[in-house]
């Protein structure tokens, strides 16, 4: 449950609000209005996909919250449904937040989320909920019950404004588990309940997980991951070939950050591996515009499913002007690196049947301060995989061994703004100019630059920056970047990007490192987009195969 600044003046129906449609998005989640925000207890049941969101039915800004729902066969197409649980009852009058879903014995779905009781201290004293459906044979799970012996967890710590979004449940050792976000002064906590029943929890005497200087830990996610394929496991499962993920939104950053350990059965605590960093400078599932992420697995293909939010880089106003705000982002699937160090993810295959016109290049070279356009697709919303061959690292610059202790957000400040991609380097800039406009007025570079350490060894840094992205200077347009942990023995680079008017998804060597910026362009919106790939690096590099594919727009909601 991410807070914001609330607009009082604004919490007013919209009804007659026209939406703008300039910059909504073809494929990506959203409703047909107002704000969204986080992903809530996605799950599979009875042939249907369910995504519940935290929604204002009246506003495009933050209030009203209520949990919206749609359904899905795919996670591509969405059916929009009732909300399924709006603020009603004395243990949720002040807002019903951010939660899971389980799925008991017997295929019973049930729900768990945070409500606010009061609102002093502010910003209210947050308790634990469940919800059930009233009709389990209904598929669409349209209606849901709140049972009269609600709260079902209240805080015990000092903390009472701190205490949200429980997670997925587990079992074993004959109790259900799960984890519920909180702090204490400046240190990030993960408390754990445990139920025989469900209904009746006992916080452990221990924290779950802690970390100081990370302040409050929102949208926990904990769940395991096989040390051996790509398949999910289930949130139950044990085994000897099993690691875990546990994952934060920090509300101090904006962003989320996981790490890969182990699970201490016994004290029911968790162990990062020494290979996780643990905080600021961890592991990040996105390097961008991303948070508020869950997970859940999806027992027809066998595996782990991950959404998140993204947020505007617009103003306030210019949201209420168009009416909307917020995104999903494109479900993907996560695995565990063979090297068991890093999460791998990749959009689900489903979004492949939104392929439409194709356009394919391979061997192409591209010389210093070349931009050479890829014609024949839809620019604005397009599907483009490209993979690049390097046929000599000796120009690589000098890797400054101080950015190896750089948070992500200062990787994207530091290294990609200032280097960005009109400053020649070595083996890159290059990449993709996406959404890009006829003159280049306005484009938003997806690139990789690769540097070279004192021991010979090579770095490689995946940047997207919005800093040109848009004439409008109201916007927020940042540069985010994150470094890509490949081998570069066979001198080969991979990146695919998925363009949708206003957000663009990179994926780095298969899924390593990921970025996801919000842009809002003037000029280069509808057909008046370009796409281009460019080098502005010394050395040429070769598009060993290039795959571009406009796309059709999804049916959401």
């Known amino acids: 449950m991410a807070f914001h600044k609330v607009y009082l003046n604004y919490q007013t129906d919209n009804t007659n609000v026209k939406v703008n449609q300039a910059h909504r998005t073809g494929y990506h989640f959203q409703p047909k209005k107002n704000w969204i925000n986080d992903p809530n207890a996605p799950m599979y049941y009875k042939g249907f996909y369910h995504l519940f969101y935290q929604y204002n039915p009246k506003g495009a800004v933050w209030g009203n919250i209520v949990w919206a729902h749609s359904v899905s066969t795919d996670m591509i197409n969405w059916i929009p449904l009732e909300p399924a649980i709006v603020p009603s009852k004395p243990f949720d009058k002040y807002g019903c937040w951010s939660g899971s879903a389980t799925l008991l014995p017997g295929d019973k779905p049930v729900i768990l989320y945070t409500g606010i009781i009061n609102l002093k201290p502010e910003p209210g004293h947050q308790v634990q909920n469940y919800a059930i459906p009233a009709n389990y044979s209904d598929p669409y799970l349209r209606k849901w019950i709140k049972p009269d012996n609600n709260p079902i967890i209240k805080p015990t710590h000092e903390n009472v404004s701190s205490f949200r979004d429980p997670t997925t449940a587990w079992f074993n050792n004959g109790h259900w588990k799960i984890i519920i976000g909180s702090k204490h002064d400046h240190r990030g906590i993960a408390y754990l309940y445990r139920s025989r029943d469900f209904v009746k929890w006992t916080k452990a005497k221990h924290p779950f997980h802690t970390k100081r200087d990370t302040g409050m830990w929102e949208c926990p996610d904990f769940y395991p991951v096989s040390s051996r394929g790509t398949n999910g496991l289930d949130t139950s499962a044990l085994g000897n070939d099993v690691k875990y993920v546990f994952k934060a939104s920090l509300d101090m950053t904006r962003y989320d950050y996981y790490t890969i350990g182990k699970y201490d059965l016994i004290k029911d605590k968790y162990v990062p591996d020494n290979t996780s960093v643990d905080g600021w400078a961890g592991l990040r599932y996105d390097y961008g515009n991303f948070y508020a992420s869950k997970t859940f697995f999806d027992p027809v293909k066998k595996r782990r499913i991950l959404t998140g939010w993204a947020n505007e880089s617009s103003t306030s106003n210019e949201d209420i002007a168009k009416g909307w705000a917020g995104i999903h982002l494109i479900p993907r699937k996560v695995w565990l690196d063979p090297n068991e160090n890093k999460l791998l993810q990749w959009p689900i295959r489903e979004l492949e049947n939104l392929r439409g016109q194709k356009v394919h290049l391979t061997n192409v070279k591209v010389n210093k301060g070349d931009a050479i356009e890829v014609k024949g697709i839809t620019a604005v919303q397009a599907d483009v995989d ?37 400053i020649e380097g070595g083996v890159g800039p290059f990449g993709l100019l996406t959404l890009a406009s006829t003159r280049l007025q306005e484009y938003t570079p997806v690139f990789l630059r690769v540097f070279k350490t004192a021991d010979k060894k090579y770095k490689v840094l995946l940047c997207s920056d919005a800093t040109p992205s848009s004439l409008n200077q109201n916007e927020y347009k940042p540069s985010f970047g994150g470094f890509v942990d490949v081998d570069l023995a066979k001198k080969k680079l991979s990146l695919r990007s998925l363009i949708d008017h206003s957000v663009i998804e990179s994926f780095a060597e298969g899924g390593k490192t990921i970025i996801s910026s919000r842009v809002y362009p003037t000029l280069a919106t509808g057909g008046n987009a370009h796409l281009y790939v460019f080098n502005n690096g010394s050395e040429t590099i070769t598009i060993k195969s290039l795959e571009a594919w406009s796309m059709k727009t999804a049916h959401i909601n």
């Open 386 to 422: 490209v993979t690049f061959t390097i046929s000599n690292l000796d120009k690589a610059e000098p890797y400054d061994e101080k950015w190896a202790r750089f948070p992500a957000e200062d990787v994207g400040k530091s290294i990609c703004g200032i280097r960005g991609a009109t």
